[in-house]
């Protein structure tokens, strides 16, 4: 049960072919069903979705940039104070904003980071 945001000020759902990444990854998107478009997200929405994992892949970012924001995103006094579970930053640019086959790279990374549980990889980590 995982949260994918495509932008974190405000909070943006998955869109596009990211539901089906999140799927081809074997999770279950929390927000984000095939063939939706991206849009803000109310932090209670989020709250009432209750992901067990969040990951950060604001379009147009690579890995350092978006491990800023999911520093910001689990700082969050919204989400702080009911979320436990792990913020993982992706390099969204390389495998997730364009619809190449990188996004199959953008599914095994997702795979690996809440899955497998690992803490960072190619692409990818932890907050």
């Not at 969040?54 to 702080?80: H, M, T, Y």
């Amino acid at each position: 049960r995982v949260l994918l945001l495509e932008w974190v000020e405000p909070p943006y759902s998955p869109g596009h072919w990211v539901p089906e990444q999140i799927h081809a990854a074997g999770l279950h998107s929390v927000i984000g069903s095939p063939g939706d478009r991206s849009r803000p997200l109310p932090w209670e929405e989020i709250r009432e979705a209750a992901p067990e994992g969040i990951g950060v892949i604001s379009c147009g970012f690579g890995l350092e940039e978006n491990l800023v924001w999911a520093r910001k995103l689990a700082d969050q006094p919204a989400l702080k104070s009911w979320f436990t579970g792990p913020v993982v930053a992706f390099d969204a640019n390389r495998s997730f904003s364009r619809p190449t086959l990188r996004i199959v790279d953008g599914a095994e990374q997702l795979h690996r980071a809440f899955e497998k549980g690992e803490q960072e990889g190619p692409g990818f980590r932890r907050v």
